[in-house]
C-alpha cells in the first residue's frame, strides 16, 4: 500500500499495473463516474459538451465538496465530434462544429445520495464557450497593428491546459490554434493567447495579451512575498521556453475580481537555464539584442509586436530553448516550481522529464534561479512523456502521461502501455518514483487533474480515446462504452475512494 490515512483519494493506494485495456483502470477501492461526455446535453438551452476535454477546475457552491462548477476545457475536434475530413478539407458544416465543440464548458456537478457524482442540467450557470464568443482584450496588444487594431477577438480554441486565479476565475489556454484559424480564415493573432473567464459570470472574457503569445499550455499563478502576481507558463513546442509574467501593482484580497487588472500591466520575463536568469522580453531588451539586425527590428516597434510574436522575442533576449515546456505547478510546500517537459525528439529526449526551479530565496518574484532534473522518464522512474500536474496535500505530484497514439505500445514505450496517471513523491524513500494510479483507455490521454477541497474526488478528463480511428465503422476505442453507442467519447469523470476498513 501506498499512501497516508484517510479515505481520501489522495489517500491509501495499492499501485495498478500498466495495460492495453480499452478501460479507465483505476486502483482497488476506487471508482469512476462519467459527469459530462462529448455532446451530452449541459442545460436547458440544450448546449452541447464540447470536445477533446482537458484541463478542469472545480468551484465549489457554497463551499460544498459535493457540489460545484466544473470548468473544462476542450482542446480539440477529432472523428467523432465532425466526422472523417476528406481531403484535408473541412465542409461548411464541419467547419462550424469545429469551432462549436472547441473552447470551455461551465457545467454544475454534485455527488447524489448514493455516491454518484452527476451533471445537474437544471444549472443557471451552465453554458458553452466556444468559437463564436467574444472576448476583450487587454494589455499591450489590445488595439495594436499586430492584432489588426482589434480591441475583441471571437472565438477561443485549443484550449489546453489553464490554471485558476486568486480572485476565483479561470485562465484557459490556448495552444495548437493555428489550424483552427486557418481552416475558418481567422485573424491568427487573435489567438494563442491566455483567457480569462469567470464561472460565475457569463459577461466576463478576457485574453489578456501582457502574457505573451505562443502556444500556451497552462498557467500556474502564486504570490511574491511583496504582494505581486506571479504567472509561470509553459509553451508546448519543441525548443520552446518557459515563462513567468510579474505584475506590476500589488495583488489586494479585498479586491476581489478587480485583481484581475493585475495581469494586463507587468513584466514578461523568458528562462535562460544557462545564467539561471528571467529575461525580460520587452521592447527595450528586444531593440538592444537586435540592433544589428534590421530585417528583425523592423518587426518590433512596439510592446505589443513583442508579446505578440513573443517565441520569436524571447529567444532574441536570451530565452533557452527546451523539449516541450509543459504544465508547471508550484509546490505549495516550499515555492519550489515543476515544469513538466513532455519529450522532444530532435534530440533524443524521448521519454522527457520533469524539471524543478528552486527561485532565489524562494521568492518567485526573483529574477535568478537555480534548477535541477527532479526526475527523468523512462524504465527506472516509471513514467514517459509527462505532462499535467497536480498537488495534493501529503506533498505528492499528480502526473499524467502523454505518450503519442502513434508511439504507443511499441518500441520503446512498450513497457508503459496505454497512458496513465502516476503518482511521485516530491520527497522521502520513494522521491520520484512513478506509481501508478490509473490506466487510460486506448488511444487516449489522461488530462485536467483535479482535486475537490476535501481530496476525496478527483476529477480527470480521458482526451481522444481512439485517436487513430479513421474509419468510423471500425472504432479504435469504444470507451466509455455507453451501452448501444458505436463511438469513443472524450469526457470527465469524477474519481472517488470507496470507504476505506
Ligand atoms: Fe495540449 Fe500541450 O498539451
Ligand atoms: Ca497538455
Ligand atoms: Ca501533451
Ligand atoms: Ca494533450
Not at 477501492?29 to 484541463?55: L, M, P
Request: glycine content about 10%.
Amino acid at each position: 500500500l501506498f499512501g497516508f490515512n484517510t479515505n481520501r483519494v489522495s489517500g491509501y493506494f495499492e499501485p495498478i499495473a500498466p495495460s492495453k485495456e480499452d478501460q479507465l483502470l483505476l486502483p482497488k477501492n476506487f471508482k469512476y463516474d462519467v459527469v459530462a461526455a462529448f455532446d451530452d446535453v449541459i442545460n436547458e438551452a440544450g448546449e452541447k459538451f464540447g470536445s477533446g476535454c482537458d484541463y478542469n477546475a472545480f468551484f465549489p457552491l457554497k463551499g460544498s465538496n459535493v457540489r460545484g462548477l466544473l470548468v473544462n476545457n476542450h482542446e480539440y475536434s477529432t472523428i467523432f465530434s465532425i466526422g472523417p475530413v476528406k481531403d484535408g478539407k473541412m465542409t461548411a458544416d464541419q467547419l462550424h462544429k469545429n469551432l462549436y465543440y472547441q473552447g470551455m464548458s461551465v457545467i454544475e456537478v454534485y455527488r447524489d445520495e448514493k455516491g454518484t457524482w452527476k451533471m445537474d442540467k437544471t444549472s443557471s450557470y451552465a453554458r458553452r464557450i466556444n468559437g463564436f464568443t467574444k472576448f476583450d482584450l487587454t494589455g499591450p496588444a489590445k488595439g495594436s497593428t499586430a492584432v489588426g487594431g482589434a480591441t475583441t477577438a471571437v472565438g477561443t480554441f485549443a484550449n489546453c491546459s489553464g490554471g485558476v486565479t486568486l480572485w476565483n476565475t479561470v485562465l484557459s489556454c490556448e495552444e495548437n490554434f493555428a489550424e483552427t484559424a486557418a481552416a475558418s480564415k481567422l485573424p491568427e493573432t487573435h489567438y494563442g493567447w491566455v483567457v480569462e473567464v469567470d464561472p460565475f459570470d457569463k459577461s466576463y472574457l478576457k485574453k489578456h495579451t501582457a502574457l505573451g503569445r505562443f502556444n500556451h499550455e497552462n498557467t500556474a499563478m502564486g504570490l511574491a512575498p511583496d504582494g505581486r502576481v506571479v504567472v509561470y507558463m509553459g509553451d508546448d513546442k519543441k525548443d520552446a521556453c518557459i515563462y513567468k509574467f510579474i505584475s506590476k501593482g500589488k495583488f489586494d484580497k479585498l479586491k476581489g475580481r478587480a485583481n484581475s487588472a493585475l495581469l494586463e500591466d507587468g513584466t514578461l520575463y523568458v528562462a535562460n537555464l544557462k545564467s539561471g536568469k528571467w529575461m525580460p522580453v520587452t521592447l527595450a531588451e528586444v531593440t538592444k539584442a537586435a540592433k544589428d539586425k534590421p530585417e528583425v527590428l523592423s518587426k518590433f516597434k512596439t510592446q505589443g509586436d513583442v508579446v505578440t510574436f513573443c517565441q520569436e522575442a524571447a529567444l532574441l533576449v536570451g530565452g533557452t530553448p527546451t523539449d516541450r515546456p509543459e504544465d508547471i505547478e508550484i509546490s505549495p510546500f516550499d515555492n519550489t516550481v515543476f515544469i513538466c517537459h513532455t519529450n522532444n525528439d530532435n534530440h533524443g529526449n524521448i521519454h522527457g522529464h520533469i524539471t524543478r526551479i528552486f527561485e532565489s530565496n524562494s521568492d518567485l518574484g526573483a529574477l535568478e534561479f537555480d534548477f535541477e532534473i527532479f526526475a527523468a522518464g523512462g524504465r527506472q522512474s516509471g513514467f514517459s512523456s509527462p505532462d499535467n500536474l497536480a498537488f495534493d496535500s501529503n506533498g505528492h505530484l499528480w502526473v499524467v502521461t502523454d505518450i503519442s497514439s502513434s508511439s504507443q505500445n511499441k518500441g520503446v514505450h512498450k513497457s508503459f502501455m496505454n497512458n496513465g496517471l502516476f503518482v511521485i513523491p516530491t520527497s522521502g524513500p520513494d522521491q520520484a518514483m512513478a506509481l501508478q494510479f490509473a490506466s487510460a483507455p486506448i488511444e487516449s490521454e489522461l488530462t485536467g487533474p483535479f482535486f475537490t477541497p476535501d481530496e476525496q474526488t478527483l476529477f480527470l478528463s480521458v482526451q481522444h480515446p481512439g485517436e487513430n480511428t479513421s474509419d468510423l465503422s471500425k472504432p479504435s476505442s469504444l470507451w466509455p462504452h455507453r451501452a448501444g453507442d458505436k463511438k469513443a467519447r472524450c469526457a470527465v469523470v469524477a474519481i472517488s475512494g470507496f470507504k476505506l476498513g
